[in-house]
């Protein structure tokens, strides 16, 4: 049986759990202060998965699933344009794209992650 590992963990979650050569990415979310529009926090939050997945030693190619809460479906394109600019030519992971109620009005955007390690 494989270990479950998890890294920078509190009492509420992980931000990285992993298990049986699968990582798991809590939701993540820009500083959305200083971010005032869907590009912008959708920028940051990529950057975000990015240093995650790194410090576990996979990266954008080996993501497998990504649920994308939006706070507003009018941003989908941008964010859209955002996205396909970042995710490498035949990996895009299965996707949901849904419109929520996120955890703070500056927030626009939050994206959960699965990959491979």
């Not at 494989?2 to 809590?26: D, F, P, W």
């Not at 939006?70 to 035949?90: H, R, T, Y």
């Not at 849904?98 to 955890?103: K, P, S, Y």
């Amino acid at each position: 049986m494989n270990a479950i590992e998890r890294t920078q963990t509190t009492k509420r979650m992980s931000k990285i759990v992993r298990h049986n050569g699968v990582i798991y990415l809590c939701g993540q979310t820009s500083s959305g202060k200083s971010l005032d529009d869907v590009s912008g926090q959708m920028r940051e939050v990529l950057a975000r998965i990015d240093a995650l997945l790194e410090q576990v030693g996979s990266d954008r190619s080996k993501l497998l699933a990504t649920t994308i809460h939006l706070k507003n479906m009018g941003d989908f394109q941008a964010m859209n344009d955002v996205w396909e600019a970042w995710i490498p030519e035949g990996c895009a992971p299965a996707r949901t794209t849904v419109e929520a109620r996120l955890a703070s009005d500056d927030l626009l955007v939050e994206l959960t992650v699965i990959a491979a390690c």
